[in-house]
């Protein structure tokens, strides 16, 4: 089968939305419309992807900024029989098939269209197009077909009858890329609407097939309002959920939980409820929520993350953070270490089973392994004198009394100590146990202290 040509239509100006985001760029987990339609049609082997834009192209140019999408304008907008006709010059160019979708529909998959394309080879038609079958009165094309010639009647030119058919087009179609080149200059403004229709094409094709598409009212989801875009959502949710599901993973009360398009989650990995998770990578046999968020991450194996927020951070296996942790960007937690009860880090280091308990700040930090760090404790790391942020060092097997105070920049040795509220304005040497305001050196650690 040759390579297919994907015509995405998306120059509809979406007013219903009431935004300032261009309809097809609004995100279904996590990612714009448009996209959603791309990756479909290039899953299913279309090698060359056309956008019609029509309405705030620069932000589109933007969007699409160093990918190989192709943006062709439409203007005025006629219908979408007129949008497939700017890409003319494209088309006469190409040999094989033509996938044509609508970027406001992002629940189309690439199973269906790969089958879509296959049946479409088989039959040899010049046209293959998707159907389903809703229960609503969506103001989608009826397909009838009089003495087997198949039609769409649009919803504005239907009677009553017409109008109750269950079968709708979802605008989802395949073409002979030399026939559509011939027919689309031959097509007439519909009388009702003055439109251009690309459904009139189908009864002027000699040989058509209409495919079935099982589940196919999700396909015919065409986001033009709020409600519409929520219902694609919850849709495009059920399936990730399904989709990690079938992988292992138990999600306890599915409905809560956000996830998109770029997650992914290791078997036996438990997802508890009111949880958000985007851009991450979550290993085997974790405990994610209640009540977590998280962002750019990455989540070793054994893992438990319950009621945090945590963004743009690195974290190994057998980690416990929660409840109640902020991990800020740049946060890399090494294996094993313990974070809870309104700990925050941020652009820090937490080396191997540290613990940092109780309210505490560790920012633009290297924590070592074994250090406990005590309630309260914070990295003073910001002087709003010079506006310079410093970094503190802590050593292995260091600990810090509660409320301690290190003003960065500032060392605390290995086995170092800190008396509760000791304010470190200099660097402490390994094994020396320093208190005060400001800190002084009181005597060697013992060792028996540290074990
Ligand atoms: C079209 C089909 C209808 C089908 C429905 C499925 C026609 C005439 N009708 O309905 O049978 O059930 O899709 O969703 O094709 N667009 C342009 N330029 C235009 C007009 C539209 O790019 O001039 C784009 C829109 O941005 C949208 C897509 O085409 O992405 C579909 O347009 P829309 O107005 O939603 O579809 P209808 O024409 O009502």
């Given at each position: ?85 700017q890409v003319l010059p494209q088309l006469e160019a190409h040999r094989g098939e033509v996938l044509v979708l609508n970027g406001d529909a992002p629940l189309v998959d690439a199973r269906s ?142 409905e809560t939980v956000l996830l998109d398009v770029d997650c992914s989650l290791g078997q036996d990995t438990i997802v508890y409820p009111n949880t958000i998770m985007q851009r991450c990578t ?25 009621e945090s927020v945590v963004e743009s951070a690195v974290v190994e296996d057998e980690v416990q953070i929660g409840p109640f942790c902020h991990l800020r960007p740049g946060s890399y937690i ?118």
């Open positions: 089968m040759s390579a297919a040509l994907a015509v995405v239509l998306a120059a509809g100006q979406g007013t219903r939305m009431k935004s300032r985001t261009p309809k097809v760029l609004h995100r279904v987990a996590g990612k714009a419309m448009v996209d959603h339609v791309l990756a479909a049609a290039r899953a299913a082997g279309a090698d060359r992807c056309i956008v019609i834009v029509g309405h705030e192209i620069e932000r589109l140019r933007e969007h699409f900024a160093g990918s190989d999408v192709e943006l062709v304008e439409q203007r005025p907008q006629l219908g979408t029989g007129h949008a497939v006709q269209l790969g089958e879509l394309l296959e049946r479409h080879h088989a039959a040899r038609a010049q046209v293959t197009f998707l159907t389903a079958l809703v229960d609503d009165a969506e103001r989608l094309g009826r397909i009838t077909s009089d003495g087997g010639r198949v039609r769409v009647v649009e919803w504005a030119d239907a009677t009553a009858e017409e109008r109750a058919i269950r079968e709708v087009n979802t605008g989802i179609y395949c073409f002979d890329s030399a026939w559509l080149s011939r027919e689309l200059p031959l097509l007439q403004a519909s009388p009702a609407k003055g439109e251009y229709y690309l459904t009139d094409l189908i009864e002027r094709a000699p040989q058509v097939e209409r495919m079935l598409a099982e589940g196919g009212f999700a396909l015919c989801i065409g986001v033009d309002t709020r409600e519409k875009l929520a219902q694609a959502e919850r849709e495009m949710q059920r399936r990730l959920r399904e989709r990690w599901m079938a992988e292992g993973v138990t999600f306890l009360s599915p979550i290993g085997m046999g974790c405990i994610i929520g209640p009540g977590s968020r998280l962002e750019d991450t990455r989540i070793g194996n054994d893992c438990s993350i319950r090494e294996r094993g270490a313990k974070l809870g009860n309104y700990a925050e880090i941020k652009s820090s280091r937490i080396g191997r089973e540290t613990q940092i308990h109780h309210f505490s700040y560790t920012g633009d930090a290297q924590v070592g392994q074994r250090v406990n760090i005590g309630a309260g404790t914070i990295t003073c790391n910001y002087s709003s004198e010079t506006g310079v942020k410093s970094a503190t060092i802590i050593g292995d097997d260091a600990s810090t009394g509660s409320d301690t105070l290190l003003v960065a920049p500032v060392t605390l040795g290995a086995g170092a100590m800190t008396g509760s509220g000791a304010v470190v304005t200099h660097d402490v040497p390994p094994d020396t146990l320093v208190v005060g305001v400001p800190a002084r050196e009181v005597r060697k650690v013992r060792k028996a202290a540290r074990s």
